[in-house]
């Protein structure tokens, strides 16, 4: 079965710094990857998805991530955080059957706190 | 834009009681889904619909129940509410393949005393 890591559970980054959040997964065929984030009392949002194709992906809000299927990892980053980027971030895998979309498996999350 | 409305957004249910926590989309989709979230956790899936008429269970069902009448609608029903499923509950709606987004609603805040 499928499954996904992320290491930190809560990350703590000064406005203006860059930021990296890790997510490791699992899974035996071709992973559909994505990063979504909380914030408080609302729902998940989508940031970026990976399909095959360039490991590289861009989102929204200066978002992007990585993926490298060597190290079974799929990280994000942003080069300057803002405060409104205060939030939890989830990683999440999805079958490769062609439907389903929304049948993920996230992540624990990490809470980025952002500090002046 | 694409709409998942979930109510009530809050409930307070009695160990043993029934309950039943209600979503409704508009964004014509044919996927919906049930998810929990436990503090500090992502979200599990616990049932899902392709189709009117048709539930699915996910990775957690146990204890759940789920319902679609149509196409627009995904109920998710707990007959015996216990403590353990004091949680947020969030409804999702995808219009199917891999290549589609999911949307989520805000999410029910469920404690069960």
């Known amino acids: 079965a499928q499954s996904v890591t992320q290491p930190d559970a809560r990350v703590t980054v000064s406005e203006g710094a860059s930021l990296q959040l890790r997510c490791k997964y699992s899974y035996f065929g071709t992973p559909y990857l994505f990063w979504y984030v909380q914030y408080p009392r609302q729902g998940l949002q989508l940031l970026l998805k990976?399909?095959?194709?360039?490991?590289v992906v861009q989102g929204v809000n200066g978002f992007e991530a990585e993926f490298s299927k060597s190290n079974s990892s799929f990280h994000l980053r942003k080069a300057s955080v803002h405060w409104s980027d205060w939030a939890v971030y989830f990683c999440a895998v999805s079958m490769d059957t062609g439907g389903l979309s929304g049948k993920l498996t996230f992540g624990e999350g990490t809470q980025v706190t952002v500090i002046s | 834009e694409a709409a998942v409305t979930q109510s009530p957004r809050s409930k307070v249910a009695v160990t043993g009681g029934k309950v039943t926590l209600s979503c409704h989309q508009t964004?014509?989709?044919?996927?919906m889904y049930w998810y929990r979230q436990d503090t500090g956790h992502g979200l599990r899936l616990i049932h899902y619909s392709y189709v009117a008429d048709s539930t699915e269970k996910g990775d957690i069902p146990d204890g759940y129940k789920a319902s679609r009448p149509s196409q627009e609608n995904f109920s998710l029903i707990l007959e015996l509410a216990s403590l353990s499923q004091t949680a947020v509950y969030f409804c999702?709606?995808?219009?199917?393949?891999?290549?589609?987004?999911?949307?989520f609603g805000k999410g029910t805040r469920l404690t069960v005393v």
């Open positions: 999702a709606s995808s219009g199917g393949g891999a290549n589609t987004e999911v949307f």
């Open positions: 964004n014509n989709h044919d996927y």
């Open positions: 990976y399909y095959p194709g360039d490991p």
